[in-house]
């Protein structure tokens, strides 16, 4: 018997690796700090009004997201065609990936960067044009507009870079988009946008509404704390919106994450509030790390990097993290990425920097 084999493509596609909550261990509370997931609830309300939505769910959600599109219109002040909505950010990538590009193109993103960027390359049959990230973790913008060639359809900028943390600034990125030509899409990650805090910080807004090949992704899993939703997504021109939404699984967001979405971005104080704590908090840590001799880079997502470029060295502080109930995200051999949690959580991260030897 011989059974149908998918492209070959598809067949080295590594399958996406997510940490598993931590263990439980007697005596000792533990932590999850793999996955830059949001350590906060829900917003005030919301996971009321997910469950009182959670009674219809014997019924298909809204096809067409109406009262999300029109949340996020008001809230942006878009049009709501220059949006689109998906199954968290991630579907987003697969779509444009698989949208955009075919056997003969080349998709150019930094590296280390999302890890889901390869994934949707290989689904989609394109090649992979990797671009090594600075030894200070920033994106090197210059080497990524020399790696555009004629077969490349789409460019990946993440910023905040998942794991890195650094950002681009807005003059850095306008002078990397007058590089490229039209013809490439470039995506703008911006899965942690809320949580920047830099000068020239970039407006992915106006940045896609002034250019026809930008495409700015975003989700309600990080600063909204609604992993558990899946909800993202993305602002595009118009028809490169229109595209996205076609490619999108019909009724991907469900009637609870709708709901959970339109009730989250009624409560914009109270994000900020929170959103304002976890940088504090970001802050403590890098500046923790940086007192015990770490050169931790500019970490402007929920998340900090600490860099090895040793496969050992990483295991090393994993273990480390483990032992005093802190899972963390080992990228080796670059380095171990560690999200920005609970305080007391953050504590022992700092004790561990201080101690690592
Ligand atoms: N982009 C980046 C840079 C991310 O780090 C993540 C999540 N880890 C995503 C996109 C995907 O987010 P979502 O949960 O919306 O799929």
Not at 191 to 202: I, K, L, P, Q, W
Not at 342 to 350: D, M, P, Q, S
Request: contains cysteine.
């Amino acid at each position: 018997m011989t059974t149908p084999q998918p492209r070959p493509s598809v067949a080295a596609m590594p399958a996406y690796v997510a940490g598993k909550p931590p263990a439980e261990r007697p005596g000792l509370v533990t932590y999850k700090l793999s996955s830059n997931e949001n350590p906060y609830p829900p917003l005030d309300g919301v996971v009321e009004i997910a469950a009182a939505a959670a009674g219809r769910v014997n019924r298909y959600p809204d096809a067409g997201n109406t009262e999300l599109y029109e949340a996020l219109a008001t809230n942006y002040q878009v049009p709501a065609e220059e949006l689109a909505l998906s199954t968290g950010a991630v579907a987003l990538i697969f779509q444009l990936v698989s949208a955009y590009c075919g056997p003969e193109d080349e998709v150019v993103f930094a590296w280390r960067s999302f890890e889901a960027y390869p994934i949707a390359v290989l689904a989609a049959g394109a090649t992979a044009v990797k671009v090594p990230v600075a030894s200070d973790g920033h994106h090197d913008l210059d080497a990524m507009a020399a790696a555009i060639t004629e077969r490349t359809k789409v460019v990946f900028v993440c910023t905040p870079n998942n794991p890195t943390g650094t950002s681009v600034t807005q003059t850095e990125l306008d002078a990397f988009l007058a590089k490229v030509p039209e013809h490439v899409l470039v995506v703008v990650d911006e899965a942690y946008a809320e949580f920047v805090r830099m000068d020239d910080a970039v407006d992915g807004i106006a940045t896609y509404r002034s250019r026809p090949n930008v495409v700015v992704l975003r989700t309600f899993s990080k600063a909204y704390g609604l992993a558990g939703f899946r909800v993202g997504y993305a602002f595009a021109p118009a028809p490169i919106a229109a595209t996205l939404r076609a490619m999108a699984l019909p009724f991907g967001v469900n009637v609870v994450a709708q709901a959970a979405g339109v009730a989250s971005l009624e409560r914009k104080t109270e994000l900020l509030a929170r959103v304002d704590d976890l940088v504090t908090e970001r802050v403590r840590v890098v500046e923790g790390a940086r007192a015990a001799g770490w050169d931790v880079p500019d970490a402007q997502g929920n998340f900090v990097w600490f860099a090895f470029g040793s496969a050992d060295r990483c295991a090393e502080f994993a273990a480390g993290a483990d032992e005093i109930g802190l899972m963390v995200r080992p990228y080796p051999p670059e380095g171990v990425r560690v999200s920005i949690g609970e305080a007391e959580a953050n504590t022992r991260l700092i004790e561990l920097a201080g101690s690592f030897p």
